[in-house]
């Protein structure tokens, strides 16, 4: 590796530059696509010029390395690469992201809680480098699978938008009867944690923040906890049941999903609030609702802050207004927001697949000394 590229040389200083984190680096995307403005501040003094490439040293497994289109500065924890002559600016940010170097530098990362690698480490890295025109072939051949990608990512994103905008004007009827949320179903918040329910003969899993994303149940770290009979029949959850985040940072609060009984005999913690609604509430009305008024941010307005954390106690979400349109209206307006929805997690799925493909094209060809000859 160290024969291909190396640390970058002192890029000049310009006025009005961006700034990189570690944030900003996407795992598995192969160009820079976020970053801060300079005005707001920071202690970043590694520079970088368009065309190099920016290296997440800090949990590698991240697969965090990607080619930079303009000139900025970044995090310490951000390792910035140029190619050496011989080799294509374009097939250097494939070679980071390749399986092979990643795995050579999770082996090589030293820490516990945030393992970091280095450049003398990587540099010791072993490939097979092609000439430079097979270089430029597979280059071509991968970032045209890129540029796909990140089509399909836009178009995601566009109907996330959309979606949106539906949720906005389905709901957006004067005439509706409003009531206090706790007359359009039950909310409680979850069981609090303690030392002594991690071990005991009734062992269920539980959901807690880290398992409620936006529209999404995340279930591939789901704790388990000590639940008797009696807590087991308050905390349980039942398919239609909302779990919305009672503590968050101020954008997160309220950020909710619904559980459909993905898990069988799972309970829920006190990060969160669980509303299951009442007879003549439909479960999907409610929970566009409770989607509409967080991307409006009147969960963030309606809840208590600290420095660095935000709560949607449970006395102020039952105090909120709930619409109460007659069950035909509801099931109209769910049938459109759920329209909205399929096209775009299919989108979304559409674009998951096409950025596997990537890494599995950068995988297959950089992951043995000839490419295979389906990729020729």
Known sequence: MGEIARIAKEVPTSPGERV????????????????????LGHTFTRRFDAGHVLFGRRRAYQRKAARAEFAGVCSGDILVLEALPGVDPLFLPLVMQSAGLIEHAVTRSAGSLSPRTNWRALAEYQLSLPDLEEQERIARLVWAAETVTVRTEHAAAAAWDVEKRVLEDAYNDPSWPMVRTDEAGEAQLGRMQHPKYQTGQHLKPYLRVANVGDDQLVLDDVLHMDFDQEHFRKYSLKSG???????????????????????????????????????????????GWFRR?????????????????????AVRFKKMPFPLPPLEVQRKIVERVAEAREVRRRLEEHAANSRRLVHALIDRILGEDDPPDELR
């Open 241 to 287: 049941d909302i779990l919305l985040n009672e503590g968050q940072s101020t954008e997160l609060v309220g950020r909710c999903t619904m559980y459909q009984g993905e898990i069988e005999g799972c309970c829920y913690q006190k990060s969160l609030l669980r509303f299951r609604v009442s007879e003549g509430v439909e479960p999907e009305f409610a929970y």
């Open 20 to 39: 990189v984190g570690l944030e900003h680096l996407e795992s598995g995307v192969l160009t820079v696509r976020k970053w801060a403005g300079a005005d």
């Open 293 to 313: 008024a967080f991307y409006r941010g009147d969960f963030a307005r309606n809840s208590t802050k600290t420095t660095s954390l935000a709560n949607l106690t």
